[in-house]
């Protein structure tokens, strides 16, 4: 149980600092697009909408492969495929509903769903951000 926790908690930093950097980068390229928003204030936000929910997808996609990899190593599946389903299903909180799958990640299941909880949280913050960055200048009267 304790080799649980240390790895459960060692994966959930891991996918922390993914989501870190995935701001980071997200933070820079709202920013940079901000800058340039002059006529196509629709069409700018559109384009931050898309590039921001693209950029959260790939890192919801890493972070649960992180997981995957982890239920992997620990011996709970042998195929990737069936690690990165199981790490799906309790990154997203869904659970799976087969008491074996259950019983194997007693510990690691609802760390990945404690993860992906806080994760999904940062991920709807951003969202919030990019469009009360966007709103202001979407209003705002153009001067010709």
Not at 21 to 48: A, C, D, K, P
């Amino acid at each position: 149980m304790l080799k649980e926790f240390i790895v459960g908690t060692a994966v959930g930093m891991t996918v922390m600092l993914v989501h870190l950097i995935s701001t980071l980068i997200i933070y820079y390229f709202v920013q940079s697009l901000g800058n340039r928003i002059h006529e196509r204030r629709v069409t700018f936000l559109i384009i931050s909408m898309v590039a921001l929910y693209a950029m959260l997808f790939i890192c919801v996609c890493c972070s649960v492969g992180i997981w995957a990899y982890a239920y992997q190593q620990m011996g709970f599946t042998v195929d990737f495929r069936d690690a990165f389903y199981t790490a799906m299903l309790n990154y997203t909180t869904l659970g799976s509903g087969y008491l074996n799958q259950v019983i194997q990640t007693r510990l690691l299941g609802p760390m990945t769903a404690a993860s992906g909880i806080l994760m999904f949280a940062w991920s709807a913050a951003l969202l919030v951000y990019v469009i009360q960055l966007h709103l202001p200048t979407l209003f705002k009267p153009n001067r010709r």
